[in-house]
């Protein structure tokens, strides 16, 4: 009835609107297969009314309830399940799933007391978590037949097998000693958000997931790199682009690896952390970067589990992974002489593992090449150097980098101060930072030589001699 509503106003309702009309559906073939069931098990209200009134008093369908169909596939939600195909099994756990947050009042009959025990019934299969009644696979099992042995196993064979259910369920961590049937079922945050809102999801920087979003409004013309850099970076848009084709239409799928693994090295300042940031937006993915100080951690096992957190949420996601700093993670084994050396080496080797078998783009960056433990570099598919850029290179950031509300003044030949001073790319960017604040300050827009001179003295005070 509602399906002409939607294609008359789709361009001005919200995919959380859109949403709401098609979780409406669900939840009312959720709510009419809990009324179903109790009434079923708990007999008609004339054999035990007073037990049937108190837990549901409209009870009054007498066949088990078929979910209803896609009508509209254009919500986030029911586009996602329609693509899906799920069972009737699997949407009734992922529907059960959802209710505690979009309709949690559904539950309320699961609150009913057994008077012979004065606890809940048991068969309602619900759990109780911070305040909250989540149901469990027990909880489906009842609702499709009661206290049948064999439908309870059918469930628990659903939680164990389906390939749907474990990419979008996740199981609560205080629950983990529960049985499978017996564990609360919850949604991944990705799909509450692809659920409800019907945004893409973003997660927080945290100890659960140490890695914060890079974006850049530079694009990939911006980038002023030596031919040989940008050839290599080539390589890994084709690997993006054409990856999968490879793998599963060109069937050489067993013979290479999953994913994409690079490392940019160089001097400082010569755009590894920018060029990876471009690079996503020239990719359409989004690029986080790791945070190590929320990654590494001085007792034993805790690193490895930060990171598994990171590399779990990733997978399957067309998310670029950036580790800068790299060698901090990534560096040579040592001589086991002390039980610190044998716990970094237990962390490399985490890392030579996981890195290997991850099936998105992994990027690394490191300052220093030869830092790198020998062993990640049979694992590299690309190995890019970052070279201290050429007078040329020089010259094109200094002209893309002036701001065109101000002008040189003719004694500044942007030519030679390329020539003269063999800086990296962010210094540049720092000296016309410097210069411009200095003429906002100042209140005028002419560029003098001596104020790049002052930029230029103002980087080497704090500089330290160089090591490559």
Not at 55 to 83: D, K
Not at 209 to 222: C, G, I, K, M, Q
Not at 393 to 404: D, K, M, N, T
Request: charged share 20%; proline share 5%; with cysteine.
């Amino acid at each position: 009835m509602w399906q002409p509503a939607i294609n008359d106003s789709e361009n001005t309702m919200s995919l959380a609107q859109l949403n709401a009309m098609t979780l409406e559906q669900e939840c009312n073939w959720l709510e009419r297969m809990i009324q179903y069931r109790v009434t079923q098990y708990f007999g008609p209200l004339e054999k035990n009314a007073e037990t049937a009134r108190t837990i549901l008093p409209n009870a009054i369908h007498e066949t088990l309830p078929v979910p209803p169909s896609w009508s509209n596939t254009e919500t986030p939600f029911s586009g996602f399940m329609h693509s899906k195909h799920p069972n009737t099994t699997e949407r009734l756990l992922i529907i059960l799933a959802l209710v505690p947050i979009v309709k949690p009042l559904l539950f309320d009959v699961f609150m009913s007391v057994n008077e012979q025990t004065n606890r809940p019934f048991t068969e309602f299969g619900v759990v109780e978590t911070q305040g909250s009644l989540l149901a469990t696979g027990a909880t489906a099992a009842f609702l499709l037949s009661g206290t049948q042995l064999s439908t309870q196993l059918e469930v628990l064979e659903q939680l164990n097998t389906s390939t749907l259910l474990k990419s979008i369920l996740r199981p609560e961590p205080d629950q983990a000693e529960r049985p499978v049937l017996h564990t609360a079922l919850t949604l991944k945050p990705e799909y509450v958000q692809l659920f409800t809102t019907g945004e893409p999801y973003q997660p927080e920087t945290s100890h659960h997931f140490p890695a914060s979003l890079v974006n850049t409004v530079l694009e990939w013309t911006d980038l002023k790199l030596p031919e040989t850099t940008s050839a290599q970076l080539n390589e890994i848009v084709d690997w993006v682009q054409h990856g999968e084709t490879l793998r599963s239409h060109w069937k050489i799928g067993r013979q290479i690896r999953p994913g994409y693994r690079a490392l940019f090295h160089g001097p400082p300042g010569t755009g590894k952390t920018l060029t990876a940031s471009v690079l996503g937006k020239a990719l359409n993915k989004k690029v986080y970067k790791v945070d190590l100080s929320l990654t590494t951690s001085k007792y034993i096992g805790e690193t490895e589990k930060n990171l598994e957190q990171l590399f779990s949420l990733a997978e399957h996601r067309d998310w670029i992974l950036f580790f800068d700093e790299a060698d901090a993670l990534f560096g040579k084994r040592l001589q086991t002489s002390s039980s610190n050396d044998q716990f970094a080496n237990q962390n490399v080797a985490y890392l030579l593992q996981r890195i290997e078998h991850f099936n998105g783009v992994v990027i690394l960056a490191s300052n220093y090449k030869d830092n790198i433990d020998d062993a990640f570099f049979r694992r590299f598919e690309s190995i890019v150097e970052f070279q201290a850029p050429k007078a040329e290179q020089r010259l094109e950031i200094w002209q893309s980098g002036l701001c065109a509300k101000s002008r040189l003044s003719p004694d500044v030949c942007l030519s030679k101060l390329s020539q003269q001073y063999p800086l990296s790319g962010a210094d540049i960017i720092n000296v016309l930072r410097f210069v411009s604040l200095r003429l906002l300050a100042q209140n005028r827009n002419e560029i003098q030589l001596e104020d790049i001179k002052d930029g230029v003295a103002r980087l080497s005070d704090h500089q330290t001699q160089l090591r490559w």
